[in-house]
């Protein structure tokens, strides 16, 4: 079982910067791929980023070169970096888990955090 709590959200100017965390708990947290979604009102969950154990990574197409996914497996966290951010990335963030694979679709992940809101101003 794994618990994962995000922060770091928040209401920021379009263009600036925002770095959001997640900790996990539990004593196996290398074993797992993370990921970060994301959820706009109105819209459907839709897939950010995910990293795998040693590092492989994945990107929306919409945030690539502005988004950072990074993992620190000592502290059991899960970090997204956010720059040169958009009104369009308004939305509540959530970390996700999943044991032995890395994977890009909701239906993948087996463990969920309640979310953080991320707010862009124009």
């Known amino acids: 079982q794994v618990q994962l709590v995000e922060s770091g959200g928040g209401l920021v100017q379009a263009g600036g910067s925002l770095k959001l965390s997640c900790a996990a708990s539990g004593p196996t947290f290398s074993d797992y791929g993370m990921g970060w979604f994301r959820q706009a009102p109105g819209k459907e969950r839709e897939f950010v980023a995910s990293?795998?154990?040693?590092?492989?990574?994945y990107y929306a197409d919409s945030v690539k070169g502005r988004f950072t996914i990074s993992r620190d497996n000592a502290r059991n966290t899960l970090y997204l970096q956010m720059g040169s951010l958009k009104p369009d990335d308004t939305a509540v963030y959530y970390c996700?888990?999943?044991?032995?694979?890395?994977?890009?679709?909701?239906?993948?992940?087996?463990?969920w955090g309640q979310g953080t809101q991320v707010t862009v101003s124009s």
């Open positions: 990293i795998w154990r040693y590092g492989r990574t």
């Open positions: 996700a888990a999943v044991r032995g694979f890395i994977a890009t679709n909701t239906s993948e992940y087996n463990y």
